[in-house]
């Protein structure tokens, strides 16, 4: 029989146990080892069942184990040591708390997922694991973020895999009192809801859940309430399902039910609102709404009222390409904001701001990312490749600006050590090196022998063998469960053979399969007899992406070949419990996306930080940091015919590092089996990637570059009863206003030889006209550098010219009389023109360009593209 509703019971724990009912509530468990092991040693089997799950633990082991626990007086005074570590770590001061100056007191993280962990699947790939890696490292740090993100019911799927090879989604449903979370309660301990006004006169209500992240609160809405109907319970069933209107109130919730939500914490327990909101991709773009129409209800207008969310908000792009952003019907949407959902804010005013009104855009859509960089005043992407991809695919916002002057920075991902680098790793580095922060181990010291090293390398290269295994006979039992899985399972995989990894989520642009490309110098790689390689392979394709699923049975299909089965595999239902012995337990990882459509690529991330090296495209955070030691580059074909030529060209090239660099270079051993040359540069990866490549240093460039100076922005604007928000919409407004009457008139220069050199100033004088806008309102710059194809300037640097009384704009006096100066002379002549001057070095030889522009300027902008508004000599 099957039950008609399954809930979890959870134990009652003997009071001289308490210590553990605490340590489990708090998800630090998920990065910190000493905690993992005291309940591993409450039952070794039932810790591996739970795959690692302390409350599963305790729901599972049995009572009278936990009775012989709390007689045990040692077990008893260690779990209440690692208690006070616990209260101790949450206490304490921090990086955070060592900052000079004002500094943010509260930080709203947005984000549709959060992959903190396995016990908690509440993500679906990249997205989720930077997010909980932010959370994590945040809390290490002692940055006072707060959480909000949905509580899916199911989660994003659970994936098996076919006879055939087809990917077959499941979504079991997940007991949240099975999970790491408690109800949110008021004061009468009801649980507490937000609701959200939908059209037709219905309500989207919503309870809850909190998880503690170490120092940090996660707040996760869920509609599954009784006061839903049917419909709407389901409204977070699913991450990332359904169609466009169920995505949206998704979205909606998200952001505006996430702000309330913020609300009812803040009154419940009296911590201030987020002076800072953070939104993680554009998902959670509508909590700028949701404060707009506050302050509205507060007697601001709605310019007056944008100005002051701008502020603080600070808006993170993840895709590199237009077809991974939410865009809706614009119908869709103007049909839920023109409802009581949010009081005084007009729809027309909601659909300006999420406009495709530029070159190249729908009118028909609203587009999320749109809302997002017109709602933050300080956006980014998240490598610094990226940051120009995300300036070139978004500069119909900024018409008129060069691509390096729109206003998209970057911050490059990074990942939570603690989390991602394997025990065994941390355990060398604490016994040899004196800590366990293996981002800052002296991992070139003497102290760790290359043997001791390559020991290690081995050990976790062995555990994910012994897993591969585990998870491929355990996946054939489910597909067959009266069927005894097939001997050569048990020889799947070798210990000793340099593995190659590759795990990611399966659009098409990542190329599953581009090692397919030749399968048989594939095998010939695979089997040979003197250096031969194994792939350990998985990942998920979207449900609804057919193509992404023709690659995984490809590759599925292929790894079956008797011939090969043993050397290749894919393995089922990718996680972050999979992820944790597969970055590890690799020798290479390897990611082959199509250049520039990877933002990051966190995963090569996680393989380095274990001494794996990289075998990758130039693309998101490898090309940056790509140096010749830590890994090899796979050269792009970006001048291809076609996409099956640029195919074939990469994949010959990754063939050929295969068999002349990677795996010559791992096979090459000493007399005591130890591959030097291997081991060098997996000390440079350790050394010089781990402090890179982690999270804390990513939370930490969030805080210095982002977030203070948001925060700070946010107290200008609301300072006075938001007296600078008011004045700085009513600027805006009149330079709009006056914009067309901007020009640069003409441009006169000199203080030059017929052959300019080094050193040489070049003098320059623009005669402008500005519309009846006042000189302070504009900044009138040349812009100078290196002179490419076209006349285009590329390099360039700006220099504001600046006016004084003395002279009039009709005045025939040479450029070259105001030598030395870098202020000229200025003043409005009959014809209303101004004239600005000033001098510029030359500072290299070659070709020299300059122009000169007119754009606002305002103390209260945080870019001079901000407006989008521009003015360019002719």
Same mark, same amino acid.
């Given at each position: 029989?099957?039950? =008609? ?25 998920? %990065? ?80 549709? @997922?959060?992959? =903190? ?27 006072? =973020? ?6 899916? !019911? ?7 895999? +076919? ?97 309330? &939500? ?41 310019? @007056? ?226 250096? #031969? ?9 979207? #449900? ?15 790894? +079956? ?103 010559? !270079? ?46 700070? &922005? ?24 006056? %914009? ?135």
């Amino acid at each position: 029989m099957r039950a =008609i509703r399954r809930f979890t019971v959870r134990s009652v724990l003997p009071e001289a146990l308490s210590a553990l009912g605490e340590l489990a509530a708090n998800l630090r468990w998920a %990065w910190h080892q000493p905690t993992q092991q005291i309940f591993a040693h409450i039952s070794p089997d039932d810790w591996r069942s739970t795959q690692g799950d302390p409350v599963a633990l305790l729901g599972a082991v049995r009572p009278e184990r936990l009775e012989q626990l709390a007689q045990d007086q040692g077990f008893v005074a260690w779990a209440n040591s690692l208690r006070d570590d616990l209260n101790a770590y949450l206490g304490e001061p921090r990086w955070y708390q060592g900052l000079e100056g004002p500094r943010p007191r509260s930080i709203g993280y947005f984000s549709p @997922e959060f992959g =903190i962990a396995a016990a908690l699947p509440q993500y679906s790939g990249g997205l989720g694991i930077l997010a909980g890696d932010h959370l994590k490292a945040a809390s290490d740090l002692g940055v006072p =973020i707060i959480g909000v993100g949905l509580f899916y !019911r199911s989660g994003y799927f659970r994936q098996a895999i +076919s006879r055939d090879g087809w990917q077959e989604e499941s979504y079991p449903v997940l007991d949240p009192d099975g999970l790491p979370l408690s109800v949110l309660r008021l004061a009468d301990g009801t649980p507490a809801q937000i609701v959200l006004a939908l059209p037709d006169d219905r309500a989207l209500y919503a309870r809850i859940w909190q998880a503690q992240v170490g120092r940090v609160r996660l707040l996760m809405l869920d509609t599954d309430i009784p006061d839903n109907d049917d419909a709407l319970r389901s409204v977070t069933d699913r991450l990332y399902g359904g169609g466009g209107e169920h995505r949206l109130l998704q979205e909606l919730l998200l952001g505006i039910g996430g702000v309330r &939500a913020l609300e009812v914490v803040s009154e419940l327990t009296d911590q201030p609102m987020p002076e800072v909101y953070h939104t993680n991709e554009g998902h959670a773009g509508f909590l700028g709404l949701e404060r707009i129409s506050a302050l509205i209800g507060n007697g601001l207008s709605f310019d @007056e009222a944008l100005q002051v969310v701008r502020a603080g908000t600070v808006f993170t792009t993840h895709t590199p390409v237009p077809a991974g952003i939410d865009r809706f019907d614009r119908g869709l949407v103007e049909r839920y904001f023109s409802t009581d959902m949010l009081p005084g804010l007009e729809a027309s005013s909601v659909l300006s701001l999420g406009a495709e009104d530029y070159e190249g855009g729908s009118p028909d859509v609203f587009n999320m990312a749109v809302l997002g960089l017109r709602l933050g005043q300080r956006t980014n992407g998240v490598s610094v490749l990226h940051g120009a991809v995300s300036r070139g695919m978004f500069s119909g916002l900024w018409p008129g600006f060069d691509r390096d002057d729109v206003p998209i920075t970057s911050v490059t991902n990074g990942v939570h050590a603690p989390t991602w680098t394997d025990p065994l790793l941390q355990e060398l580095a604490r016994t040899k090196l004196g800590t366990g922060d293996t981002t800052v181990a002296d991992w070139r010291s003497d102290a760790v022998t290359d043997g001791e090293l390559w020991a290690v390398r081995g050990d976790m290269r062995r555990q994910l063998v012994h897993d591969a295994r585990r998870r491929v006979t355990e996946a054939w039992r489910e597909q067959n469960p009266d069927s005894i899985p097939p001997a050569w399972f048990q020889s799947l995989l070798d210990p000793s053979v340099l593995t190659i990894g590759f795990a990611r989520r399966v659009p098409t642009y990542k190329r599953l399969t581009l090692m397919l490309h030749d399968p048989a110098r594939l095998k010939a790689i695979l089997l040979n007899p003197e250096r #031969p390689v194994q792939f350990v392979i998985a990942g998920k394709s979207h #449900p609804a992406d057919d193509e992404g699923k023709r690659l995984i049975q490809k590759l599925v299909q292929f790894a +079956s070949d008797p011939e090969v089965r043993t050397h290749i595999v894919f393995l089922p239902n990718y996680d972050i419990g999979m992820a944790q012995l597969l970055y590890p337990g690799t020798d290479v990882w390897l990611n082959n996306p199509l250049r520039p459509l990877e933002a990051c690529g966190t995963s090569g991330m996680k393989a380095a930080l274990n001494g794996g090296l990289n075998l990758s495209i130039l693309d998101g955070w490898w090309n940056e940091y790509f140096d010749g030691e830590n890994g090899w580059a796979i050269p792009t074909a970006d001048s291809a015919g076609d996409a099956a030529e640029r195919d074939a060209i990469e994949a010959e090239a990754l063939y050929d590092l295969l068999e002349n660099q990677v795996a010559p !270079r791992f096979y090459d051993r000493d007399a005591d089996g130890v591959p030097q040359h291997w081991l060098q540069s997996i000390r440079h990866t350790l050394a010089t990637l781990s402090p890179e490549l982690s999270a804390e240093r990513m939370v930490r460039e969030y805080v210095t570059r982002l977030y203070i100076p948001a925060a700070a &922005a946010e107290r200008v604007m609301t300072a006075d009863d938001h007296s600078a928000a008011r004045a700085l919409a009513a600027w805006k407004e009149r330079v709009r206003a006056a %914009w067309p009457g901007v020009s640069v008139v003409h441009v006169e220069s000199g203080g030059l030889d017929d052959t300019p050199q080094v050193g040489d100033e070049l003098h320059v004088r623009a005669h402008v006209q500005l519309g009846g806008l006042s000189p302070s309102d504009v900044a009138v710059e040349v812009v100078y550098g290196h002179a490419v194809h076209g006349d285009e300037l590329a390099e360039t640097h700006t220099a504001e010219l600046t006016t004084a009384p003395g002279r009039d704009a009709g005045s025939d006096a040479d450029p070259d009389s105001s030598a030395g100066s870098s202020a000229g002379t200025s003043e409005p002549g009959s014809s209303g023109e101004l004239v600005y001057s000033g001098t510029v070095q030359l500072g290299r030889a070659g070709s020299f360009g300059y122009t000169v522009r007119i754009v606002p300027k305002h103390a209260n902008l945080a870019s001079p593209a901000e407006l989008g508004l521009i003015s360019v000599a002719h």
